[in-house]
Nanobody, 127 residues
């Protein structure tokens, strides 16, 4: 039911700090746990970050912990991924995803049960 559209990708230099945005449709956005995944060239899709429906809890992959921050604004039907200190290995198509699991927000363990995916936005990090 919910539809997701990512934006904010593009070509950035190593060490850069872009912010990705995910806009959601509908009136039920606040009932979804949200997350970001990414797929590097030639690799499988991997989990990046997740946030609970209220925004009170977050969880990150070890590879981005301390560098990336996920947040949401339920009044704007939006979720964000602030990326700092980008590395070339961060190059990937980044996807926004939603899951209706109540208070459960560990989307890294629910990749095959998510309700919606965005089309993705490409982030290319140059050195």
């Amino acid at each position: 039911q919910v539809q997701l559209v990512e934006s904010g990708g593009g070509l950035v230099q190593a060490g850069g700090s872009p912010r990705l945005s995910c806009a959601a449709s509908g009136r039920t956005f606040s009932t979804y746990s949200m997350g970001w995944f990414r797929q590097p060239p030639g690799k499988e899709r991997e989990f990046v970050a997740a946030i609970s429906r209220s925004g009170g809890s977050t969880y990150y992959a070890d590879s981005v912990k301390g560098r990336f921050t996920i947040s949401r604004d339920n009044a704007k039907n939006a979720v964000y991924l602030q990326m700092n200190s980008l590395k070339p290995e961060d190059t990937a198509v980044y996807y926004c995803a939603a899951g209706r699991f109540g208070d459960y927000y560990r989307l890294d363990l629910k990749i095959n049960a998510l309700d919606a995916w965005g089309q993705g936005t490409l982030v290319t990090v140059s050195s």
